[in-house]
């Protein structure tokens, strides 16, 4: 079973607010035949088209391979949080790394912030920027832990716009019974993500990248010193490949797959809220709670809610992924018990070992990145960048990701997706026990 093809009509977008927002791309006709290019870039999400617009832009000839629609995969159906920062903190990176790695790292994710809205306002000026991330603390003791958070990023990197918001001040921010307190980020922001990746793909095209969709890669082998890139109709010889797949690699590269674990992740859109919408959420910031599944929520600009939370570690998604995501939803806000779910999705993303994004050169010329963790809408397009530095020869930003630590998990890629199933599950169960 591939994640590719197990949830999804072959060549469609999920049936979701994003794709019933998202005004599509003419569809890029399938790779047939022979074709050679200095590089070819596998996967049409973030780090792909992002990777496919920054090397034509350098007049670097490529071709871009998508197995079904530019911006099918995680790019086009998350929960379009942009956030600096990685999912460890400052004192873990600089322990693994040393002190000016750590610094560096962190304004390489406050660049892939600014990155991210550079390329909306020049290329998807339609994916409405909203500033404001809210990190909401479900316990006393979590809102004391955000509060030394605000303080030690702005005391180790000087940033000072991650503000706690205490439980009195809670109201301004989110009417929810379930929370104590949390931490506003205005440096963070929050996107309609289907129309970023549609921008991306549509500069990369114009910039001179050649597009083909519905293009799986079957096979990809070393030829003569180069590499030859095989789908079921054609094949292209290139000097370098950057594999861009993420959570829907399946076994297309084995130092990949053995690091990179798929899991799977979903959201509900309700009815327009009306005058409820800005009740709820008054300053119109995304919220991401302190939950192991994280609980994560924002408004659309026709006043939905778009609620993700629930995620699952098989193939498949549940048959009514409305009613898993009401749950969580409905504990935090009672309010919205009876409202109407006019859509809900699933999305298949990628983790690591480490939470930390794999990102390098993993066999000569075979450049990749992937596994951002759920923390992907920012750093992917900026990973898009970096691997077309390196992939033109500027190096020095690929190479100290790849010192990020990602090690393979238990299993390797077989076992791997079972184990993750029995750790996960345990820690959800945690969650709603409220331990
Ligand atoms: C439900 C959900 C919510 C999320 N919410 C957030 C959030 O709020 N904030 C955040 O920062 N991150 C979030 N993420 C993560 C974020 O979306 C990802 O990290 C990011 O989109 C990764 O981009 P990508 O281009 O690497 O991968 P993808 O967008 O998944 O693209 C990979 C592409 O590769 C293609 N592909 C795969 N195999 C082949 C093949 N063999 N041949 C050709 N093409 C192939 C796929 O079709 C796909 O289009 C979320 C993810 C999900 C699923």
């Not at 299993?411 to 959800?428: D, T």
């Amino acid at each position: 079973m591939n994640l590719l093809h197990a949830n999804d009509r072959p060549g469609e977008y999920p049936q979701g607010y994003y794709a019933a927002t998202a005004a599509q791309l003419p569809p890029a006709p399938p790779l047939r035949g022979e074709a050679t290019a200095d590089c070819c870039i596998i996967g049409g999400g973030f780090t792909g088209a992002s990777a496919a617009l920054h090397l034509a832009q350098k007049g670097v000839s490529v071709t871009l391979l998508e197995a079904q629609r530019m911006g099918f995969g995680a790019s086009g159906r998350n929960g379009g949080q942009v956030s600096g920062g990685f999912n460890k903190g400052g004192d873990y990176l600089a322990a693994k790394l040393g002190t000016e790695p750590a610094q560096r790292l962190w304004d390489m994710s406050q660049e892939a912030v600014t990155l991210t809205r550079d390329l909306i306002t020049k290329h998807a000026p339609d994916a409405e920027w909203t500033p404001g991330v809210f990190h909401a603390a479900s316990t006393r003791a979590e809102a004391e832990s955000l509060l030394r958070e605000a303080e030690d990023l702005q005391k180790t990197f000087g940033y000072d716009q991650l503000s706690p918001v205490s439980a009195q001040d809670l109201p301004s921010v989110i009417a929810s019974p379930a929370y104590r307190g949390g931490a506003l980020d205005t440096g963070a922001a929050h996107i309609h993500p289907l129309r970023y990746a549609l921008g991306l793909a549509r500069a990369a095209q114009l910039a001179g990248a050649r597009l083909h969709e519905r293009s799986e890669v079957h096979a990809l082998k070393r030829q003569g010193g180069k590499w030859l890139v095989q789908t079921g109709k054609g094949r292209v010889l290139a000097d370098q490949v950057i594999l861009a797949c993420n959570g829907y690699l399946g076994g297309l590269n084995r130092h990949v797959a053995a690091r990179v674990m798929p899991i799977n992740n979903y959201i509900a859109a309700t009815a327009p809220l009306g005058d409820l919408a800005q009740t709820l959420l008054p300053a119109n910031a995304a919220v991401a709670d302190d939950k192991f599944v994280v609980n994560y929520f924002r408004l659309s600009s026709d006043g939905r809610m778009l609620f993700g939370g629930g995620e699952s570690y098989g193939y498949r998604f549940p048959a009514d992924i409305a009613a898993k995501v009401r749950k969580p939803m409905t504990r935090i806000f009672p309010q919205l018990a009876e409202v109407p779910i006019d859509y809900a999705w699933g999305g298949t993303l990628a983790i690591t070992r480490s939470r930390l994004p794999l990102i390098g050169e993993v066999a000569p010329g075979l450049l990749t990145a992937s596994g951002y963790s759920g923390h992907g809408v920012a750093l992917a397009g900026y990973a898009g960048r970096v691997l077309a530095d390196a992939a033109h020869g500027d190096r020095t930003d690929m190479e100290l990701l790849a010192r990020l630590p990602t090690g393979p998990w238990p299993g390797g890629a077989g076992l791997r997706s079972p184990l993750l199933a029995l750790g996960m599950g345990w820690f959800a169960l945690r969650d709603r026990l409220g331990l």
